[in-house]
């Protein structure tokens, strides 16, 4: 038994023992068996919730080398769980997410991608007591095929999670059908760069849901081709951590832009490839995400200990390539996104889709530099351009703001030339002149007032467009970074260059001014931002106008944030040394 796999088989424990606490057991209520919610305080079936401790329960009661194996007070539990699961089953097959998604086929997928493990787990420990139970989950797993089979999705990662909930519940009807929607689904191709990026660009989170699903559709349907989209993106994330161990979230398309994530989400697929390919360098990221094991958040579909218990990949004997901690490596230079953009005018839907997002960010270039103790992330068409972290000292995005047109400048181009960095980006900025007379007569005739929101918009022609460059250019030097933040020669719109520093460190200078809660002027000089023993020292004030804030503008919650105030034209250079 390796160390990494007893380490698990106590946190399943825990995870079980602080599921009971949770659960509500009032054969009265409509959520008996169910498990409270830590936020909402009210129980929910969604996947990282009551099946999300269903699976630690069985995890433990399935498993000989647990404390808790064939645990009757466990099992009483997950038989009271599953009948909640049956009881807040809708009609048409679906569970709710509770925080939105109502009646949601996607979030059924979840759910049915990791109960579909749970059952065959029953079935393979022979424990005749868990028998009742098991009919359970497998009644709840049934009633889900008509919804799986003709429902529908929100987002890119949807597609895969439904393929891989079809896949699994072949596993145990066998019904044709399952196999032939999810070929439906794979038709539309996968949406990742040759570099290994996923169009919603989420390492936080939507990577992971993407990877584990694809490897159980590649399995199941014996499509061995898919796994090398999920090598692809493990690969990628190999460059993709900072030193220590937060995945880089300063890009993402989704909820985990900005946030904090580790790896552990990523530990069961990880593990599964590195037995799959034999990859000792996979070993090693798999080793590295089992660290962060006691703070897993993922749900029941990726669920470590059942995965293990069901896909036995033991990597003993096999060695290990230590993980990259030196490195410069640029993604995504050569997708072509420009073609695609130009392409997104025949496609006929006008960048319009209902319930979800274009992530038009999809292949933008990203840049990831590490130097031991120092992580850096350069990406194009995102708030934040640059970021950096240096110990415990986190720069965690630097972006620009503008009045042309007001809000954030999210900087489309980026030019790597050996030890230089440079963005640039034009915007546009028009009027509208009047519909033209033969588009009005074809209109219905209206009396009385002619609101704004019917008239052909579309058909207004643009009168004085106007167009304003901006550009940023990062170079390494000694110490530390430049960055360079030039303009066109179009006179006076406002700018503002904003460093997002972590909430946890200390702002000083001479030449710095709060004018609010957290938010300070470099008007001139230099600054010290300090976090422990790390420090950054930040020269190149600059306050040419008097603006806290641009129109459109934002700001992530819960940070520090440094402005240099900037008038067009301008030629600026910053420095930021690391001390």
Request: hydrophobic share 40%; net charge negative.
């Amino acid at each position: 038994m390796d160390e990494i796999y007893r380490n698990l088989v106590r946190l399943n424990e825990e995870w079980a023992e602080a599921g009971l606490a949770r659960q509500v057991r009032d054969p009265e209520s409509k959520y008996d068996g169910g498990i409270i919610h830590a936020e909402t305080g009210v129980p929910s079936p969604n996947h990282l919730n009551t099946p999300a401790v269903m699976a630690s329960w069985a995890g433990a009661f399935c498993n000989p080398d647990s404390r808790r194996y064939r645990d009757p007070l466990l099992l009483d539990a997950f038989e009271a769980a599953a009948g909640f699961m049956v009881n807040r089953q809708h009609a048409d097959g679906t569970v709710s997410l509770g925080s939105t998604n109502y009646n949601s086929p996607p979030d059924t997928a979840f759910v049915v991608g990791g109960l579909s493990q749970v059952y065959r787990l029953l079935g393979t420990d022979g424990w005749r007591e868990a028998e009742a139970a098991a009919q359970k989950v497998k009644l709840f797993l049934e009633r889900t095929i008509p919804a799986l089979l003709t429902g529908g999705a929100h987002t890119p990662n949807h597609r895969w999670v439904i393929t891989a909930a079809l896949a699994q519940l072949y596993e145990i009807f066998s019904l044709p059908e399952l196999l032939d929607r999810a070929r439906e689904w794979l038709a539309e191709g996968l949406d990742i760069t040759e570099d290994g990026e996923w169009t919603e660009r989420s390492n936080g989170i939507y990577n992971a849901v993407s990877n584990i699903s694809l490897y159980h559709t590649a399995r199941v349907m014996n499509r061995p081709e898919l796994l090398d989209y999920v090598r692809r993106n493990l690969r990628m994330m190999i460059y993709l951590v900072h030193p220590d161990g937060d995945v880089v979230t300063d890009y993402s398309g989704r909820q985990d832009l900005g946030q904090t994530f580790d790896l552990s989400n990523y530990f069961l697929v990880c593990r599964l490839m590195a037995a799959h390919d034999r990859d000792p360098l996979m070993a090693s990221l798999s080793d590295k995400a089992a660290s962060y094991l006691s703070s897993y958040r993922e749900g029941v579909n990726n669920h470590p200990m059942v995965g293990l218990l069901l896909f036995p990949s033991g990597l003993d004997g096999m060695g290990r390539e230590p993980l990259p901690d030196t490195y410069r490596k640029a993604f995504n230079l050569g997708h072509p996104v420009r073609e695609h953009l130009r392409l997104l005018e025949e496609t006929g839907h006008h960048g319009k889709i209902q319930h979800s997002s274009m992530h038009y960010a999809f292949g933008f270039p990203v840049v990831r530099i590490r130097e031991k103790d120092t992580s850096i992330t350069m990406m194009a068409q995102a708030p934040s351009f640059f970021a950096l972290r240096h110990g415990q000292a986190r720069l965690l995005g630097v972006k620009l703001s503008s009045s042309f047109p007001p809000g954030v400048v999210p900087l489309e181009e980026l030019r790597v030339e050996e030890d230089r960095y440079t963005f640039r980006t034009v915007m546009e900025k028009g009027y509208s002149g009047p519909i033209p007379a033969e588009i009005l007569a074809g209109l219905p005739a209206r009396e009385g007032a002619s609101p704004w929101y019917l008239l052909p918009h579309q058909h207004r022609p643009v009168t004085h467009l106007q167009k304003h460059a901006l550009g940023v250019e990062a170079v390494p030097v000694t110490g530390g970074w430049q960055l360079r933040v030039f303009s066109d020669e179009r006179e006076d719109v406002f700018t503002q260059l904003t460093l997002v520093l972590g909430q946890e460190g200390t702002v000083e200078g001479d030449g710095v001014e709060e004018f609010a809660a957290n938010r300070y002027f470099l008007k001139k000089g230099s600054v010290t931002y300090a976090a422990g023993p790390d420090r950054l020292e930040i020269s190149g004030g600059v306050f040419d106008h008097r603006l806290g804030e641009l129109r459109n503008d934002a700001w992530p919650p819960g940070c520090k944030y440094l402005h240099f105030n900037l008038l067009t034209p301008f030629d600026h250079t910053i420095e930021l040394r690391l001390l």
